[in-house]
C-alpha cells in the first residue's frame, strides 16, 4: 500500500520559532522589550537559549524579518484567548421558561435570571408550555405571565403581550428605556402657590385701600369751603358776599 506523501501538513500556527527560522539575520527584539538591533539569527537563538525563552517571528514581511524573544506557550494562550472573545457572538434574545403549575420557589429562581438578563440589556422571551390536561386551562398561563409582569415591572415593559402559539404561551419583555420615569432623579418639589382666601358672599367690596395723607388747608378754608357748598342765589357767584 502506498502512501500519498504529495499532501503537506498544515503548519500548527502562523508564526516560525526557534529553528524553524531560516534568515541570517533578524532584527531583534529581547525579553526585556527592547531593541537589540540586526544581529545574525544564530545569535538570537543563543540568547533566547541563554534566556530561556523561545525566539519568535513576529513580523516577517520586514527587512530584515523581526524576532522576538518571548515565552511563546503564553504567548498563543494570550493569542487564543483574544481570538475566541472577537469571535464571540453577542445574544440580544434569552429564553425564560416556566410552567402553568410551577413552584413559587423556582418561579423565584426564574425571575432572578430574568432580572439578571434584563439588566444586561437583552430582551427576555418569557415561554409557559402547556402539557396534556394543562391545555384546557390556558388561564394558569396568564396568570404565571401576570405574575412574571409585575415581579419585573420595575425594570422591564411588555413588549409583546402573551399570545398563545399551539402548546405555547409566549410574552416578551425590554428594559425600561432612559426616558422611563424610574430613571431620571426626582424633581426638586416646589414651593406651595398662595391661595386666595374665601370668596364673600353678596357683593361685598374688597378690602378699601389705604388712605392717603390730608394735604393740610389754609387758615380761610372753612369760610371758603361754606361758601363754596351754599347754594347760589340771585345768580351771583356763591363766593361774592352779598350787599
Known amino acids: ?11 500548527s500556527n502562523k508564526y516560525r520559532v526557534n529553528r524553524q527560522i531560516r534568515v541570517p539575520e533578524v532584527r531583534l527584539i529581547n ?31 520586514a527587512e530584515p524579518p523581526v524576532c522576538r524573544v518571548m515565552d511563546f506557550g503564553k504567548f498563543k494562550y494570550a493569542q487564543k484567548k483574544k481570538e475566541r472573545g472577537q469571535a464571540k457572538p453577542h445574544s440580544t434574545l434569552k ?88 430613571s431620571g432623579p426626582p424633581s426638586a418639589p416646589r414651593a406651595p402657590a398662595a391661595r386666595p382666601g374665601p370668596a364673600p358672599s353678596g357683593n361685598v367690596p374688597g378690602p378699601a385701600p389705604a388712605p392717603k395723607a390730608a394735604t393740610p388747608a389754609p387758615a380761610n378754608s372753612d369760610a371758603e369751603g361754606a361758601a363754596r357748598a351754599a347754594p347760589p342765589r340771585s345768580g351771583l357767584p356763591p363766593d361774592r358776599p352779598r350787599r
Open 1 to 11: 500500500m502506498k502512501r500519498d506523501f504529495s499532501r503537506k501538513p498544515e503548519p
Open 95 to 182: 429564553e425564560l421558561r416556566v410552567r402553568p403549575a410551577i413552584d413559587p420557589h423556582d418561579l423565584e429562581y426564574r425571575l432572578v435570571q430574568g432580572r439578571k438578563f434584563l439588566e444586561e440589556g437583552h430582551k427576555v422571551q418569557v415561554v409557559c408550555i402547556f402539557r396534556g390536561r394543562q391545555r384546557s386551562h390556558p388561564e394558569l398561563g396568564y396568570n404565571v405571565m401576570k405574575r412574571v409582569t409585575e415581579a419585573l415591572a420595575d425594570i422591564s415593559k411588555v413588549e409583546t403581550p402573551p399570545r398563545m402559539n399551539g402548546p405555547r404561551l409566549n410574552m416578551l419583555l425590554s428594559r425600561k428605556g432612559a426616558s422611563s420615569s424610574h
Open 31 to 61: 525579553a526585556a522589550n527592547e531593541q537589540v538591533g540586526v544581529v545574525t539569527t544564530d545569535e538570537a537563538r543563543r540568547m533566547a537559549d541563554e534566556a530561556g525563552l523561545d525566539l519568535v517571528e513576529v513580523q516577517p514581511n
